[in-house]
């Protein structure tokens, strides 16, 4: 069912003052269409009802701060986008977990450093990142912020944060290799 803008503005308006029935009344005329929608983009049922739920808790706990004038254009576009960003975070996270996976060491490198060393060493390896590479790899790592906060902070698209995310793995890693392969010569030299 389409709501006129008129609907639009009304229900906007109850759902500002925090009335339940016209957000569930909105939840109800959309949630369909905006699950399939999303399914189509996913392939996924679970993530397609994260998506929904994300958009309408977002509605919610923001309802006094909306500037919408037509709730249909609203969810479809922040549905696309937000399946959109869902399916890069997710291809990105699988890259990043095989260059976080290939940082694994041997028994005996493993033993030579310990999570304290390693962490020193990451942080030092990071100081040789640009500044900004640096900042985005510290709030993601280090402060949890997700791709789109970080995105949102420094104005910039959640591409260049993933690409940002992997540079400085891939620095990182070279940087500990290297380090891990000085201290393998010293454990075979003693």
Request: charged residues 25%.
């Amino acid at each position: 069912m389409r709501l006129s803008d008129k609907d639009d503005t009304q229900l906007l308006i109850l759902i500002k003052k925090g009335n339940e029935m016209a957000f569930n009344q909105l939840y109800n005329i959309y949630w369909k269409r905006l699950f399939s929608y999303s399914l189509n983009i996913l392939n996924d049922k679970g993530l397609a009802e994260d998506v929904i739920h994300e958009i309408f808790t977002n509605i919610w706990i923001k309802r006094e701060s909306l500037k919408i004038t037509s709730f249909e254009n609203y969810l479809f576009v922040s549905a696309k986008n937000r399946s959109i960003s869902l399916l890069r975070k997710a291809q990105f996270t699988e890259l990043d977990e095989k260059i976080l996976n290939n940082l694994s060491f041997s028994p005996e490198i493993d033993e030579a450093i310990n999570g304290k060393d390693l962490k020193i060493l990451i942080e030092n390896a990071a100081k040789d990142l640009p500044n900004r590479c640096r900042d985005i790899f510290f709030m993601s790592r280090y402060d949890d912020y997700s791709n789109i906060e970080i995105a949102n902070y420094f104005k910039i698209s959640q591409r260049t944060v993933e690409n940002q995310l992997y540079l400085a793995l891939k620095h990182l890693r070279a940087v500990i290799d290297k380090a891990t392969g000085i201290l393998l010569i010293f454990s075979f030299i003693q």
